[in-house]
């Protein structure tokens, strides 16, 4: 049997990378101009805004950290220096004394959270050479979306480049894919675009925009009312053409009356004798605009599994809540997964190679499981140790420290507290019954 060692089939068009890239048919969510549309909508509605902070700020609360898995310390220190992390079993909470022309992770995963909105995220590697002559990350700059002109990818679906608009009298940058971090929120074969976590929000975001104005309209018009003027009567003597000119001007300046006519303290209005000025309401009932702007809320929330989002609005109650946060946490794992995936092969295996070489084993980026933060209960830990659940030996210690985020202990310090315990010795019991006596 041959063994396949090149593709012949296809991920990616040849008739132009963007009839690949974006097959949609919402005139108005065609790229680039979707850029502008989840833009706006991520900044200006308020049910959005809270879906996306329920996305992103657990994901950026949790504790995350750079596993040696199975690299030499040297290397992994390095690494965990260069993105500003902590090895795991080492303490969380270390400060790094200087921070300028050094990376920042917080920063690059707020940014590489815009994925869920924009649908891709693209930062450029930069690095700086140190004093032994080893390449340091600097940063990873990020390339706003509204900024890329085209992509280029390859037939089998592979990102190849990354073109941007020129700008202040430069060319138009074109960066490959080797200096290149792109995180895609669920890109299928050559779709480096992906597809923003608010595609299926949109038309309930529509829909609720043009509500709240006709509602606001409606309130607007209809909670004072509409002045109606009623011209006065006309004396019978008054006949012909003068006749017909009083009563236009009459109108006239009844119509400009009511149109100017406003509320307020110093409000009012004159009019002649037997003239009327009244204010006229909608006769009947209004539409009631509350029920399907709370339905298109809630199709907004459930878009993104964050039904909890409408607890105590829509159908159910707070009962329901951990059911629903158990689905919803699992779908920011899924994501957090993704942001470690790229980061440890785009950023980490990079800076690896690029010092020691591609046979050198690469440390990983990990993360606390989300929503697994328990506050350190030093009677909990106790019992479990006493009752023989737990065995305080430096591996339990170093995971207990670790998930309570507690400072890091060397095995210099462990060994003096060891041998400054008290020796444990076993409770004495009594010699067991012979046979025939009774207890």
Partial sequence: MTVPTSEK???????????SLDEEETPELQWPKSIGVYDK???????????????????????????????RPEVAQQVAD???????GDDPTRKVIRTRDRFSWDEHLRLSLL???????????????????RARLRKLAWRPPKTIARIDVA???????????????????????EQLVVYVNEREGGNWLGQSLLRTSYKYWLLKDRLLRVQAQTVDRNGLGIPVYEGSSVPDTVTGEERATREKDEIDAGLKLARGLRSGDNAGAAIPNSAKLTMKGVE?????????????????????????????TETGSWALGSTFADFFTMSLQTVAMQIADTVTQHVIEDLVDLNWGQDEPAPKLVFDEIGS????????????????????????????????????????????????????????TEPAPTKGQTT
């Avoid at 089939?9 to 132009?16: C, F």
């Avoid at 959005?48 to 949790?62: D, E, G, K, M």
Wanted: glycine share 10%.
């Fill in 41 to 71: 909508m991520r900044r200006q509605e308020s049910q959005v805004i809270s879906v996306l902070r329920a996305v992103t700020l657990p994901i950026r609360r949790t504790v995350w950290r750079i596993d040696p898995n199975g690299a």
């Fill in 284 to 312: 009947g009932d209004l539409p009631d605009a509350d029920v399907p702007i709370r339905y298109y809320d809630e199709q907004i929330a459930r878009s993104v599994l964050a039904h909890f989002l409408n607890l105590g």
């Fill in 155 to 177: 037939g089998d679906g592979g990102l190849m480049a990354i073109h941007q608009h020129g700008s202040l009298g430069k060319g138009a940058p074109r960066m490959g894919v």
């Fill in 115 to 133: 994925m869920l909105p924009f649908g891709h995220s693209v930062f450029e590697q930069v690095y700086r050479i140190d004093d032994s002559g």
């Fill in 9 to 19: 089939g296809y991920a990616n068009t040849s008739g132009g990378w963007w009839t």
């Fill in 373 to 428: 933060r328990h506050s350190a209960t030093a009677e909990s830990i106790k019992a479990l140790i006493d009752c023989g659940a737990l065995t305080p030996d430096p591996a339990l210690e170093t995971h207990l420290r670790t998930i309570y985020g507690l400072p890091s202990i060397d095995d210099s310090d462990r060994a003096t507290i060891r041998s400054a315990e008290p020796t444990r010795t076993a409770p004495a």
């Fill in 82 to 88: 260069d993105l500003g992390l902590a090895l795991v």
